[in-house]
């Protein structure tokens, strides 16, 4: 297993996407055993335009999610700046659920606890799945660059930064 980088994040690429869902097929298999795609830590969306667009979880910089949570269930890797979900201490209120901008969280009506995406430890399923590179890990500060060329200047401060 690769060992994660804390200068590495996720980053989707809408025009090299074509919407296939494998990524979602490799990260529901890796979690649960299954290619039920609604337990897909990432998800791959058609917009009212007919766009398809990528959602993960951004691991930000000040998350919310962690903020909010009551039984501090959510932490922040200070080394890795990764935001890991420990499900053991969830208590499954849902708050993180409720707070995340991005709807990342998901809760788990089997489990009875909030789920997200853990970068598969720093090996990510959806990466390696991804035929065409449309998901891939990115260093964060190419990442923002990326963003701000497609997308003008926007702040993309919610990507988690390196703690150094």
Same mark, same amino acid.
């Given at each position: 297993?690769?060992k ?6 996720? /980053? ?22 299954t ?15 007919g ?33 890991k ?16 901008? /991005? ?33 891939? /890990? ?8 990326? /963003? ?17």
């Amino acid at each position: 297993m690769a060992k994660i980088s804390n200068r590495l994040t996720l /980053l989707y690429d809408a025009e090299r996407c074509t919407g296939c869902l494998m990524c979602m097929i490799a990260c529901a298999f890796k979690h649960y055993r299954t290619t039920d795609i609604s337990k897909a830590h990432i998800r791959i969306v058609v917009t009212e335009d007919g766009e398809v667009e990528g959602l993960n979880c951004h691991h930000c910089e000040t998350p919310l999610c962690m903020t909010v949570c009551p039984s501090d269930a959510i932490v922040k890797d200070e080394e890795t700046g990764m935001v890991k979900f420990y499900n053991l201490r969830c208590i499954g209120c849902r708050s993180c659920v409720y707070v995340c901008p /991005l709807s990342m969280p998901v809760f788990d009506e089997f489990l009875r606890v909030s789920v997200k995406c853990d970068l598969c430890d720093g090996d990510p399923e959806c990466v390696k799945f991804c035929s065409p590179q449309a998901i891939r /890990l990115a260093d964060r500060e190419q990442a923002k660059q990326l /963003l701000t060329a497609r997308y003008g200047a926007v702040s993309y401060t919610h990507l988690t930064l390196p703690t150094n």
